[in-house]
């Protein structure tokens, strides 16, 4: 999505505002910086500094660690630097409009990322400011979570066509997501996840339009079996009510060994963290040889950094 009057200037609300070559030239770019980085210190720019004198506002309306902190560490290695809000510590706590929010902004920093919860108001931010507007998270989507894990799936030898990826528990954001880059990358995806709980349907047919094979199943077992990728989330987001009964729905949806021993041998085991170890993994597989959990968040700076490039026009088409 460009953003109106300045055309170097790029939303990224949605994967498929890049689309599959940007997001390759993304992935592309990430694995050269993460390269160039050996051996430097996390706050040492980059050699090029491209987004020197850029400010990039940090807007949170739901609490964050890897996303924080790896946005700030993404701008610190671009050569920028960030400017924190929260809804405590600002005027959209006191009931300030998104659209004076993001008018406002577009006036004082070079762009803006938000993590909040319903979607309206990313795409609100996003209409409203003239600089680029970055999806953090959203309840429907987790972009640049994905941009991430696609990094760390092909850091671990793995190439995107054909790939076969197997989710377990429950279809929230992180999988809708996944489902959009599986349209973009022609990957394809088994969902087993409790009746009641399944992924929008917009996302499945999204990725079938685009030439994904997307396998709906209330099977664990069937998912997982011959996957590439096994992955998974917590089950209870924050804020969702009635905890235990969905807990309970979950429960046939743990990844643990036998789950993980039917996917390939040399699959890799991704989750966005936090995770909570006991309920949708087991310790065995959440620290097992499998597992590229830690790999996959710090992956989120480098990511985001060529995301970040993306929207201000430095990267792509």
Known sequence: MTVPGAADYRHFIGLGDAGGDDIAAMINDAIDRKAARVGKSKGMPDADAPLAGKVLALVFEKSSTRTRVSFDIAMRQLGGSVLLLDSASSQLGRGESIADTARVLS?????????TDDHAKMTEMA?????????????????????????????????LP??????????????????????????????????????????????????????????????????????????????????????????????????????KPDAVFLHCLPAHVGEEVTEEVFEGPQSAVFDEAENRIHAQKSVLLWGFGLLGN
């Open 107 to 115: 006036r004082m920093v070079d762009g803006i990322m938000l993590r």
């Open 127 to 159: 209409r409203h400011a003239t600089v680029p507007v970055i999806n953090g998270l959203t309840d429907l989507s987790h972009p640049c979570q994905i941009v991430a894990d696609l990094l760390t799936v092909i850091e671990n030898g793995k190439a």
């Open 162 to 263: 054909g790939l076969e990826v197997a989710w377990f528990g429950d279809g929230n954001n992180v999988l809708h997501s996944i489902l959009e880059a599986a349209g973009l990358m022609k990957f394809n995806v088994r969902v087993a996840v409790p009746a009641g709980y399944e992924p929008d349907r917009t996302f499945i047919d999204l990725a079938r339009a685009g030439g994904a094979v997307v396998t709906m199943t209330h099977d664990a077992a069937e998912a997982a079996r011959g996957a590439d990728v096994i992955v998974t989330d917590t089950w209870v987001s924050m804020g969702q009510a009635h905890a235990d009964e969905k807990l309970a729905a979950m429960a046939s949806y743990q990844v643990n060994a036998g789950l993980m021993a039917l996917a």
